[in-house]
């Protein structure tokens, strides 16, 4: 670079020229050159994708149809294009279905690249892949791949390469030639400006001018330079004048200066008055103390004037009382040369006035030795005065604060240290005095702010700008921690004051962890009661006394209704049922309320949303603190099911009253009508084996006996039957004497008790009230079976008692019979049930059931002791409240039961 | 013995299952392809109805992937119904008519009764193109291929696409 800056221009511009036509030209023929490249390799990849895609559509059926030798065909068509060095046709799924390789070319495998989308790949051997996708409506069914040959690129470029060199030759030459001949113009003219320049530069002599001729640039260079001549010669000249102005300034200042150091003088002569006018006494005094100078002040503070205390020692204005206290502090000042001091004291003033006075002392020395002092004395008496109410005003509260029945504890609000306690909050807290003064609130933890925070989240900032903006905040309720780590629920509240000048927080804390517990159990009892109200199964509402109005509601309500408590809460009867049922509802709240009872409803129907039920509901009013209504609650149990199951049960029982009557009723009939015709055979038997008694063999007499035993043993079978049907049928309660009844049923069983020889035993029976036949044939079948099972070769005894209980009597009749096995103590009374063949103790099977049917009548119960082969006791009870009305029904049950 | 039952029944049951195998497979094929001719083929008659139909003349087991395409597919922004004929009677109007190898009829009577409709008839019997089927399945080298009779291509209900008869044996 600086070898082309040393070289003559002449030089220089042949070289610009040809460069610049140079480059132009190079920029020109390598655009061309790359524009041509790209044109044509752009419309060869043109061409090969047109080619694709003619053929993707033609292959569109052979996809769709799977034919490969169609696509095949289509393939082999692009032999004619000497560049397509190889081609597919993939399916889908990426597989090859049809292939095609120029001669000689050996084949090649597409893969599909990943961006499917784009159409071709460049390879770097000048080749290029083209690619489409082959698309039936929406649906894609395969990929048409060509591989091409660019190389006849190659050629082109060399070509162009050629072209581009000679015509660069060319206007090389063209270039130099036509900038030889345009230098000289140019060069001369410069090299006679340059000339002068050389000559003005060496002789200093600036009225030496360039020649200028002609209107180009060289022309107007030429111009300038003689103009900056003509300059320079001009400044020369007004520097030289303006040298002598300066020069007379100077000696003009210095005078100035003179005058100014006079009035200084001056100014400090006014400075003196004005210390004289302030309103603190100032003065200055030797070292000893006495004054040297002092202002009029004095007179104003002390009633002398300056001439009465120059000289004097300062301390003769004193207090005599204070004197000794005074020159000890100032001695003490002077011992340990303390440069500046103040002091407060009282003074005497001129007219016997005592004066607080604030004393500012500043020491003058020189070097280590003390020459004298400036004091400032200000009048503080009135200050004095506030200070000292202050302090009477802090002993008032001390004292307050001392035997507060509340705990107070006192803190520096700058330091958060602890200042005092009272009494009240050592016994709370637990903490001795000693313990807790001096120390940081924050670091004892005695609030636990946490617990108010949770509580409140907003309180932790309510907090804040309350006492930013008033200092003071009362009753935040907060857990405070005691010494030992308890915690409790305390009212807290806080004032910020000031207490001997120094910023404090009062803190009063209020022990409330009883009301706090309180509180906390009701609301448990709250929760408790909720809970058994919420999920008890009966349907339970509130309603207001006046308006009577749902305020409360129950699930099981809600499901029972099928409202939910949205719905009712607020509303009343009218909005959810018939006119009729609300009526009749609001009717009864309305008795309940102006009667103030509890109020029992067994049945009443109600629409809900699922039908129709029937509710067992018991009102009661709930009244405030001046027993007036204020709220009907309800308790409401859905009886639905069970009135229905109670329906069906007496509609059978009704049912099976009728049936066991007509039962009765049948046998009663049939038993009794059976008897006649009976009748009419045994007789007629018995007088055809009289007549023929005698007459006739052996064999047709036994036959005789035959039929005359089933006749009697039908006959038996009969009567009780009919026994038994009676049993159950009219009966009337008169007072029986059991006594006479024994000794009646005694009398008549005369041959069976004589043929066996029974002892049949009783004392003291009791009148009872009963059936008296009944009771009459229950003891004889008693009796009569207690005769008949009796031991052989055993002489039978039979022992009747009876003993009265509270509501019945219990009668007992105990054999020394042969006994019965337990197993069949209770099939002993059922009908037609025995326990021994006919032969070997006859019998019909229905006096023990008949028994059981009397026993019931009379409310009572019938029921066997026995060991077998050692008798047995039969027990029955006789009821002693016996009515016409209840004495009907056992006997039905009783018949149901033998069924 | 009982191992050799038991040898015969799994024989017996591959055997039925990799030939319903490769029967479910030509069938889905024949499915496929009948639906692909409705992309080469036009109808010309005026089907004005939002349906197009496929009728199935006798049972066949192309009907299930039928209906399979005719979930996905439509022809021509039309819903595809298959309908499945047992008797000539109940060949209602339907663009297609594909023809089981298990009717009982003869390609004639069936022509006869559908030909004049503008119905494509599709069968699958050897020989059919020549007797007047429109298009008939025919398996060369294990591969469906389909002839296309001559006449069919000329004729005024419908109009075939050159791709489609590029690839298709074209029968006098």
Redesign the interface.
């Known amino acids: 670079m600086w070898g082309f800056k040393n070289i003559s221009i002449r030089k220089k511009l042949i070289i610009i020229q040809t460069t610049t036509a140079f480059v132009a030209v190079l920029l020109c023929c390598s655009f061309f050159l790359w524009n041509e490249m790209t044109v044509f390799k752009n419309s060869s990849i043109d061409n090969k994708y047109s080619l694709a895609k003619i053929i993707g559509v033609?292959s569109?059926?052979?996809l769709?149809?799977?034919?490969k030798d169609?696509a095949n065909k289509i393939l082999v068509n692009l032999n004619e294009n000497v560049t397509i060095l190889n081609a597919a046709i993939l399916d889908k799924t990426g597989k090859e279905f049809a292939g095609y390789s120029k001669k000689g070319e050996e084949h090649y495998s597409f893969s599909i690249r990943k961006d499917g989308d784009i159409q071709t790949y460049e390879l770097f051997d000048n080749k290029i892949e083209v690619s489409y996708r082959i698309f039936?409506?929406k649906e894609f069914l395969g990929t048409v791949l060509l591989r091409a040959d660019l190389s006849d690129l190659d050629t082109i470029i060399l070509r162009n390469l050629k072209i581009a060199g000679l015509i660069l030759f060319i206007s090389l030459l063209i270039a130099f030639a036509i900038s030889v001949f345009l230098q000289q113009i140019i060069a001369n003219r410069l090299l006679l400006l340059v000339s002068a320049t050389k000559e003005i530069g060496e002789s200093g002599n600036y009225s030496l001018r360039a020649p200028s001729d002609g209107g180009d640039e060289i022309g107007i260079l030429s111009e300038g330079f003689n103009d900056m001549l003509a300059k320079i010669e001009n400044t020369q000249n007004s520097l030289k004048e303006f040298n002598k102005q300066l020069e007379e300034k100077v000696e003009e200042r210095t005078a100035d200066l003179k005058k100014a150091q006079a009035t200084l003088e001056l100014n400090k002569e006014k400075y003196r008055k004005v210390v004289d006018e302030v309103g603190e006494l100032i003065y200055s005094s030797d070292y000893k103390g006495n004054f040297t100078y002092i202002n009029p002040i004095c007179q104003k503070l002390t009633g002398y004037m300056q001439n009465e205390l120059i000289g004097k020692h300062f301390t003769e204005l004193i207090d005599p009382e204070w004197k000794l206290k005074v020159a000890k502090f100032y001695k003490n000042q002077f011992d340990n040369r303390s440069p500046e001091t103040t002091y407060s004291f009282p003074i005497i003033t001129k007219s016997g006035e005592r004066k607080w006075v604030e004393q500012n002392i500043i020491q003058n020395t020189v070097g280590d030795k003390i020459t004298g002092y400036q004091g400032i004395v200000r009048d503080i008496t009135l200050r004095k005065r506030m200070e000292d109410e202050l302090t009477q005003s802090n002993e008032r509260f001390s004292k307050i604060f001392k035997s507060n029945p509340i705990a107070m504890i006192q803190t520096d609000v700058a330091t958060d240290k602890v200042v005092d306690i009272n009494k009240q909050f050592i016994e709370l807290f637990g903490y001795k005095k000693e313990e807790i003064v001096g120390k940081k609130t924050l670091d004892l933890n005695m609030l636990d702010m946490q617990s108010a925070i949770v509580a409140d989240s907003e309180l932790a900032f309510r907090i804040k700008t309350q006492m930013e903006q008033k200092g003071y905040i009362n009753d935040i309720e907060l857990r405070a921690r005691k010494k030992n780590g308890e915690l409790f629920w305390a009212l807290v509240s806080l004032q910020i004051t000031m207490i001997n000048d120094v910023k404090t927080r009062i803190t009063s804390v209020f022990d409330i962890s009883g009301r706090k517990k309180a509180e906390q159990d009701l609301k448990f009892v709250n929760n408790f009661l909720d809970s058994v109200l919420e999920n008890i199964p009966n349907m339970i509402f509130v309603k207001d006394a006046k308006e009577l109005r749902f305020v409360r509601f129950n699930k099981a309500g809600e499901k029972l209704l099928g409202y939910s408590q949205k719905d009712l809460i607020g509303k009343n009867d009218y909005d959810f049922f018939p006119k009729e049922q609300a009526d009749f509802f609001t009717g009864k709240d309305h008795e309940v309320i102006n009667k103030g009872e509890i109020f029992e409803i067994p049945e009443e129907p109600i629409d809900t949303k699922t039908g129709k039920r029937w509710l067992h509901t018991r009102k009661i009013v709930i009244k405030d603190e001046h027993n007036n209504p204020l709220y009907l609650l309800g308790i409401s149990e859905d009886i639905t099911e069970s009135k229905k199951a109670h329906d069906i049960i007496l509609q059978k029982s009704v049912e099976l009253e009728n049936t066991n009557k007509e039962l009765e009723q049948f046998v009663f009939v049939a038993s009794h009508d059976l008897q006649e015709p009976l009748r009419t055979i045994s007789n007629f038997i018995g007088l055809l084996g009289k007549k023929q008694l005698g007459k006739t063999d052996k064999e047709i007499e036994l036959y005789f006996q035959f039929i005359m035993l089933a006749g009697q043993r039908m006959q038996n079978l009969i009567r009780d039957l009919l026994d038994l049907s009676r049993a159950g049928r009219s009966f009337l309660f008169v007072p029986v004497n059991c006594e006479e009844l024994l000794n009646e049923v005694i009398a008549e069983m005369g041959a069976s008790i004589e043929e066996s020889k029974a002892k049949i035993m009783f004392t003291n029976l009791p009148v009872i009230k009963g059936d008296r036949i009944k009771l009459k044939q229950l003891f004889q079948n008693l009796i009569s079976n207690a005769i008949k099972f009796r031991k052989k070769d055993v002489v039978p005894e039979i022992h009747i008692t009876a003993e009265e209980k509270n509501n019945e009597y219990l009668f007992a009749i105990q054999d020394n019979g042969i006994g019965i096995e337990e197993q069949y103590f209770k099939k002993l009374f059922i009908i037609f049930q025995r326990l021994h063949s006919a032969t070997e103790y006859p019998g019909t099977g229905i006096g023990l059931a008949t028994c059981k049917k009397i026993v019931t009548l009379h409310n009572g119960e019938i029921w066997v002791e026995s060991k077998y082969g050692e008798g047995s006791t039969f027990y029955f009870t006789i009821s002693k409240k016996l009515t016409q009305n209840v004495a009907v029904e056992p006997t039905t049950t009783s018949l149901v039961e033998k069924q | 013995m009982k191992k050799l039952v038991c040898i015969f029944f799994a024989l017996l049951f591959t055997g039925s299952s990799l030939f319903s195998q490769s029967r479910e497979k030509e069938y889905a094929l024949k499915a496929a392809f009948i639906y692909n001719f409705t992309l080469f083929i036009e109808w010309n008659s005026n089907n004005t109805g939002n349906e197009f139909v496929i009728g199935v003349f006798g049972s066949s087991p192309i009907y299930e992937p039928l209906m399979e395409i005719a979930r996905t597919k439509t022809v021509h922004g039309k819903k595809i119904i298959i309908r499945e004929y047992n008797s000539l009677d109940e060949t209602g109007n339907c663009q297609i008519l594909f023809i089981s190898q298990k009717n009982s009829y003869s390609l004639s009577e069936i022509l006869e009764k559908v030909n004049a409709k503008g119905t494509l008839i599709i069968s699958e019997q050897d020989g059919y193109a020549a007797l007047g089927a429109d298009i008939n399945f025919v398996i060369i080298n294990n591969k469906i291929k389909f002839e296309i009779y001559s006449k069919s291509i000329n004729k005024s209900d419908f109009t075939m696409s050159s791709q489609l008869l590029k690839l298709a044996l074209i029968v006098n």
């Open positions: 033609n569109v059926s052979p769709l149809f799977m034919d169609a039936q409506g």
